[in-house]
Nanobody
Framework: QVQLVESGGGLVQAGGSLRLSCAAS????????MGWFRQAPGKEREFVSA????????DYADSVKGRFTISRDNAKNTVYLGMNSLKPEDTAVYYC????????????????????WGQGTQVTVSS
């Protein structure tokens, strides 16, 4: 059974930092594109970041560029999202996702492009 399990969420003050992890099991995702999405209350789930299988290519939503960093450790079947300078508008449930589609210019930013999803981890940023 394929599983993606997020962890690392929590409550943090504005300006603070968090590091999310997504551990994959059930198969290896070393050749898959991995992504992070988030969903705030009353809003659609939106793209945050994605990383190619090698880690060579990354993509970020404009709202998080320069503050968030995506990385992966294929030996551990894990992808990370480092979040700095957090803002109250970053408050959301953060979801990890994976797809066997190859990387392409412009990235993979749509929900329907991903095949596997985690259950999400809550990030709350207080002002």
């Amino acid at each position: 059974q394929v599983q993606l399990v997020e962890s690392g969420g929590g409550l943090v003050q504005a300006g603070g930092s968090l590091r999310l992890s997504c551990a994959a099991s059930g198969r290896t995702f070393s050749s898959a594109v991995m992504g992070w999405f988030r969903q705030a209350p009353g809003k659609e789930r939106e793209f945050v970041s994605a990383i190619s299988w090698s880690g060579r290519y990354t993509d970020y939503a404009d709202s998080v560029k320069g503050r968030f960093t995506i990385s992966r450790d294929n030996a551990k079947n894990t992808v990370y999202l480092g979040m700095n300078s957090l803002k109250p508008e970053d408050t959301a449930v953060y979801y990890c996702a994976a797809t066997d589609s190859g990387w392409r210019v412009g990235g993979l930013t749509r929900r329907d492009e991903y095949d596997y999803w985690g259950q999400g981890t809550q990030v709350t940023v207080s002002s």
